[in-house]
């Protein structure tokens, strides 16, 4: 049997063993050096049964297959950064169609939320079966998500097409992490998600005139129908990759028989000891009670002040400790170890990740952090880069859009503020996601992973219940102000559609004061923003300062 290589375990508290004598900057990490490495024969033991499958399928690839899943990936991350843009710029027309333009922010709340939480699981189950099991489940989720959008007729059905699209496409973004995670060593990792990550360069200019051109020639239906046969043709063959490769472990003997010899009762004891059945129902539980007042407050006649809404709250927060608890003291089977959930580094780069998200900076902006993810590998440290470049540039860009953002502001001013958010975004992304994997293990990348997917999520779904309230108080208020009398009376139809608000010719009255009132609801925006992404510097602040060249996580033949 081929032998693992000697890596060095990675733990809230090691560091590589390569690094005999902490330096002076490593004190602050609060690290001390593991002087025993450990030289392993076949699998890892201790890991789960999903993760010693993709150790055994890196020891026996060849890397031209390597090069090819990476090409592949990227590929895959063209397509869905193409149809991701699109359909967020064919949305209000799908829902302007139905004349209910105003339900986009809610159809956004709902589908960031159940895909947010649905992620919990799918991290247990791709550690427990495999990588490319869940990796073409969610394949499956996608396609039936853009059919069901090809082919709604409401926007109830639409709403409903996007919460399995959505679910599906994060369970293709999480299984394409992780496999980079599984792939490449640590110190290279940023730069691998950089790479797969710059099809964003080019999506943010061709999106645009591809989907302006669906709805003029063939509808908002064929630009997901299209997609929809897009999607498989490109994520198949990956998928195939890794098939390939596991049964060639399986036939050299790396990945042996498991005959449990179990009842069904007994196997349904044991997944769900495995699965972590009661930490998943009570985060999961948790997270929806706590986070779906934010989109049904609006519908109670007491708004926050209702009973319904105070109870939701209440639970959902009482469940998030229960869970916590219950991975302290009574998991047989962790989902997640608490040492790594209190782990200042872990916390510090999942709340960072959420006041982002709050202000609408995602991976896409990892497409522009090439060089940052170059920086990591040379210097082998993140933290600098994310407190001295990433936060404060941040801040400047949003903080400057206060003063661009408004009708009559030049265009290039605007463009210089989205380019200090793109670059300092992207670093951050970057290293975000380097420091939370690098307080972790192999065996528990996933659920950190999915962990900060929930904090991202529940970002977005905040952030969007933020600017659906913003709006709804601000914009409707500003166009009945500003509209010249003659226009007064299509108020209803302005407010709700915006084909018609775009009918108007540039520069008349109605066009002007439609514009004004997005101007005013624009600025409470970015007041919030701004405000909101202070915090961030103090939780960037409690990152340790942990060195990642030459720190051994994964191992076979990867990057």
Same mark, same amino acid.
């Given at each position: 049997?081929?032998?693992?290589?000697?890596?060095?375990?990675?733990?809230?508290?090691?560091?590589?063993?390569?690094?005999?004598?902490?330096?002076?900057?490593?004190?602050?990490?609060?690290?001390?050096?593991?002087?025993?490495?450990?030289?392993?024969?076949?699998?890892?033991?201790?890991?789960?049964?999903?993760?010693?499958?993709?150790?055994?399928?890196?020891?026996?690839?060849?890397?031209?297959?390597? @090069?090819?899943?990476?090409?592949?990936?990227?590929?895959?991350?063209? @397509?869905?950064?193409?149809?991701?843009?699109?359909?967020?710029?064919?949305?209000?027309?799908?829902?302007?169609?139905?004349?209910?333009?105003?339900?986009?922010?809610?159809?956004?709340?709902?589908?960031?939320?159940?895909?947010?939480?649905?992620?919990?699981?799918?991290?247990?189950?791709?550690?427990?079966?495999?990588?490319?099991?869940?990796?073409?489940?969610?394949?499956?989720?996608?396609?039936?998500?853009?059919?069901?959008?090809?082919?709604?007729?409401?926007?109830?059905?639409?709403?409903?097409?996007?919460?399995?699209?959505?679910?599906?496409?994060?369970?293709?973004?999480?299984?394409?992490?992780?496999?980079?995670?599984?792939?490449?060593?640590?110190?290279?990792?940023?730069?691998?998600?950089?790479?797969?990550?710059?099809?964003?360069?080019?999506?943010?200019?061709?999106?645009?005139?591809?989907?302006?051109?669906?709805?003029?020639?063939?509808?908002?239906?064929?630009?997901?129908?299209?997609?929809?046969?897009?999607?498989?043709?490109?994520?198949?063959?990956?998928?195939?990759?890794?098939?390939?490769?596991?049964?060639?472990?399986?036939?050299?003997?790396?990945?042996?028989?498991?005959?449990?010899?179990?009842?069904?009762?007994?196997?349904?004891?044991?997944?769900?000891?495995?699965?972590?059945?009661?930490?998943?129902?009570?985060?999961?539980?948790?997270?929806?009670?706590?986070?779906?007042?934010?989109?049904?407050?609006?519908?109670?006649?007491?708004?926050?002040?209702?009973?319904?809404?105070?109870?939701?709250?209440?639970?959902?927060?009482?469940?998030?400790?229960?869970?916590?608890?219950?991975?302290?003291?009574?998991?047989?089977?962790?989902?997640?170890?608490?040492?790594?959930?209190?782990?200042?580094?872990?916390?510090?780069?999942?709340?960072?990740?959420?006041?982002?998200?709050?202000?609408?900076?995602?991976?896409?902006?990892?497409?522009?952090?090439?060089?940052?993810?170059?920086?990591?590998?040379?210097?082998?440290?993140?933290?600098?880069?994310?407190?001295?470049?990433?936060?404060?540039?941040?801040?400047?860009?949003?903080?400057?859009?206060?003063?661009?953002?408004?009708?009559?502001?030049?265009?290039?001013?605007?463009?210089?503020?989205?380019?200090?958010?793109?670059?300092?975004?992207?670093?951050?992304?970057?290293?975000?996601?380097?420091?939370?994997?690098?307080?972790?293990?192999?065996?528990?990348?996933?659920?950190?992973?999915?962990?900060?997917?929930?904090?991202?999520?529940?970002?977005?779904?905040?952030?969007?219940?933020?600017?659906?309230?913003?709006?709804?108080?601000?914009?409707?208020?500003?166009?009945?102000?500003?509209?010249?009398?003659?226009?007064?009376?299509?108020?209803?139809?302005?407010?709700?559609?915006?084909?018609?608000?775009?009918?108007?010719?540039?520069?008349?009255?109605?066009?002007?004061?439609?514009?004004?009132?997005?101007?005013?609801?624009?600025?409470?925006?970015?007041?919030?923003?701004?405000?909101?992404?202070?915090?961030?510097?103090?939780?960037?602040?409690?990152?340790?300062?942990?060195?990642?060249?030459?720190?051994?996580?994964?191992?076979?033949?990867?990057?």
């Amino acid at each position: 049997m081929k032998a693992f290589p000697t890596f060095a375990r990675a733990t809230p508290d090691a560091v590589p063993a390569e690094e005999r004598t902490p330096s002076e900057s490593d004190k602050e990490a609060g690290v001390q050096v593991n002087s025993n490495n450990a030289n392993f024969e076949g699998l890892t033991p201790e890991f789960q049964r999903g993760i010693q499958k993709m150790q055994a399928t890196t020891q026996v690839w060849s890397t031209t297959h390597l @090069v090819l899943a990476y090409i592949n990936i990227w590929v895959i991350y063209f @397509v869905t950064a193409l149809q991701g843009t699109m359909s967020g710029a064919l949305t209000p027309y799908v829902t302007s169609s139905f004349q209910e333009h105003s339900l986009t922010a809610t159809v956004s709340i709902v589908s960031s939320l159940m895909s947010g939480l649905c992620i919990l699981p799918l991290a247990k189950i791709v550690d427990i079966w495999g990588r490319p099991n869940g990796f073409i489940c969610s394949v499956v989720l996608s396609i039936v998500g853009l059919v069901m959008m090809a082919g709604c007729n409401n926007v109830e059905t639409y709403a409903a097409a996007q919460v399995f699209y959505g679910i599906g496409q994060t369970g293709v973004n999480f299984a394409l992490t992780l496999f980079i995670a599984d792939t490449s060593q640590l110190k290279n990792r940023g730069l691998m998600f950089a790479f797969v990550s710059s099809p964003y360069i080019a999506t943010v200019w061709c999106s645009g005139p591809a989907a302006q051109s669906f709805p003029k020639h063939g509808g908002f239906r064929w630009g997901f129908g299209t997609f929809s046969i897009v999607l498989p043709a490109v994520c198949l063959p990956l998928w195939g990759l890794f098939a390939w490769n596991y049964r060639k472990a399986k036939k050299a003997g790396l990945i042996p028989e498991e005959k449990s010899g179990r009842t069904f009762a007994e196997s349904l004891k044991y997944y769900a000891i495995e699965l972590d059945i009661v930490g998943i129902f009570l985060i999961a539980a948790g997270m929806a009670l706590f986070l779906l007042p934010f989109s049904l407050y609006s519908y109670q006649k007491d708004q926050w002040r209702s009973p319904m809404i105070i109870a939701m709250i209440i639970v959902g927060g009482l469940l998030v400790v229960a869970f916590a608890m219950w991975e302290r003291y009574g998991a047989p089977k962790k989902y997640m170890p608490f040492e790594l959930l209190a782990d200042r580094t872990v916390l510090g780069a999942y709340f960072s990740s959420f006041l982002q998200v709050v202000n609408n900076l995602t991976v896409t902006e990892a497409s522009y952090a090439l060089v940052v993810g170059a920086l990591i590998r040379v210097n082998g440290r993140f933290k600098w880069i994310a407190l001295c470049f990433g936060v404060p540039l941040t801040i400047l860009g949003v903080g400057l859009m206060l003063k661009f953002r408004q009708p009559d502001s030049p265009l290039g001013y605007i463009i210089m503020c989205q380019i200090f958010i793109a670059f300092s975004g992207g670093s951050l992304v970057i290293c975000e996601q380097v420091a939370v994997m690098a307080a972790t293990t192999q065996q528990y990348i996933a659920v950190v992973i999915a962990v900060e997917n929930v904090f991202t999520y529940t970002g977005g779904a905040i952030g969007s219940t933020i600017a659906g309230a913003i709006w709804t108080g601000v914009f409707p208020k500003k166009l009945v102000e500003y509209l010249p009398a003659e226009s007064q009376g299509n108020f209803t139809s302005i407010y709700g559609d915006l084909t018609i608000q775009l009918s108007y010719p540039v520069g008349s009255p109605t066009r002007i004061a439609i514009q004004d009132a997005y101007g005013e609801a624009q600025k409470m925006m970015i007041i919030a923003a701004t405000a909101v992404l202070a915090i961030a510097v103090v939780c960037v602040a409690f990152w340790r300062d942990i060195k990642v060249k030459d720190f051994r996580q994964v191992t076979g033949n990867v990057i």
